[in-house]
């Protein structure tokens, strides 16, 4: 009987021991399985030993202004470098195309230098969301040979539209003028005309419309009395830019409002973006890339603006 009792005992304490072993955790934290909600849905396991899923995939198209693109061209190699599953295709073609390909779901972003009411109807503007990750300024840039560093309002209204054709009508060489000008898509044309000019102005005979920008200073570093304009981050030794009434083409004057011919560098998306599109673009507005590949590459981060404007061009608070 003795021998029983003692069975039975051992018996019990060796089942104590391994419920014990069972619903214990050695590191202290407690799994819960999956559930199924009411809706027939499986709820995850909310544990500490889960682990996210943060990787980044998928593909961007981004299209439009030729002033923005070597700064998407810079920070998408970089986002790629950073996010292997990454990939972010940058095209140009001019704001307006840019603008219209985002809206028709061609494109995941489109690059522009002007507001999507500027270019689009007002229907087609309201569905897009606009990012602004940089300023760009623009400069009138001449051939070497043109012999002039500035011009006056309206000395380049009267260049543009065709009633000055020479330089020497403006203080300058003894040179026929050329304008090399860009299409009636380009953003970097809108803002030219609207806050240099003043006016949107036809394209005289003899000039040369250009999509690229980088076309664009080519000819007129290479055509004898040639004259155009381009963003600042173009500009480089192979040509001269010009002062506007007196005021140099310079940061400084662009971000304290003396210099006029800026504007905003925007990325459209069509409704609120998502996945790869919205990370490429929050890391864009990130302090290593506004700090850096902007201002490397001549543009300006909104932030160091002391002045801002509205879509109609005038300044706000």
């Known amino acids: 009987m003795k021998s029983k009792k003692t069975l039975f005992g051992t018996l019990t304490l060796t089942a104590m021991l391994a419920l014990t072993a069972c619903g214990g955790n050695s590191g202290g934290t407690t799994t819960t399985e999956p559930t199924t909600g009411t809706g027939g849905t499986t709820t995850p396991p909310t544990t500490s030993e889960q682990p996210a899923d943060t990787a980044i995939s ?17 920070v998408g190699q970089k986002f790629m470098e950073e996010n292997a599953e990454v990939t972010v295709q940058v095209q140009g073609g001019g704001s307006g195309t840019g603008l219209t390909q985002v809206s028709e779901g061609a494109a995941d972003i489109g690059n522009s230098d002007v507001f999507a009411e500027e270019k689009l109807d007002a229907d087609k503007a309201a569905e897009l969301v606009d990012h602004q990750v940089a300023v760009v300024a623009m400069a009138t840039v001449v051939n070497k040979d043109a012999g002039v560093d ?12 065709g009633k000055v054709t020479n330089w020497s009508e403006v203080g300058g060489a003894d040179k026929k003028i050329t304008i090399v000008n860009r299409p009636s898509s380009s953003g970097t044309r809108a803002t030219f005309e609207k806050y240099a000019l003043g006016e949107k102005v036809e394209n005289v005979e003899g000039s040369i419309e250009q999509d690229s920008s980088g076309t664009v200073k080519q000819i007129i570093a290479d055509t004898s009395g040639a004259v155009g304009y381009l963003a600042f981050s173009y500009l480089d030794d192979t040509v001269t830019a010009l002062s506007y009434d007196g005021v140099e083409p310079t940061d400084e004057n662009v971000q304290s409002g003396e210099y006029p011919v800026w504007a905003y560098e925007h990325m459209y998306t069509k409704g609120e973006p998502e996945g790869a599109t919205k990370a490429f673009l929050d890391y864009f507005m990130t302090e290593e890339v506004q700090n850096s590949d902007v201002t490397e590459l001549g543009y300006i981060p909104v932030s160091s603006m002391e002045v801002k404007r509205d879509a109609e061009g005038k300044v706000v608070q």
């Open 150 to 161: 500035n011009l006056t309002k309206q000395q380049l209204l009267d260049v543009f539209s």
């Open 58 to 74: 998928g593909s961007i198209l981004a299209v439009g202004s030729t002033a923005l693109q070597p700064l998407v061209d810079q």
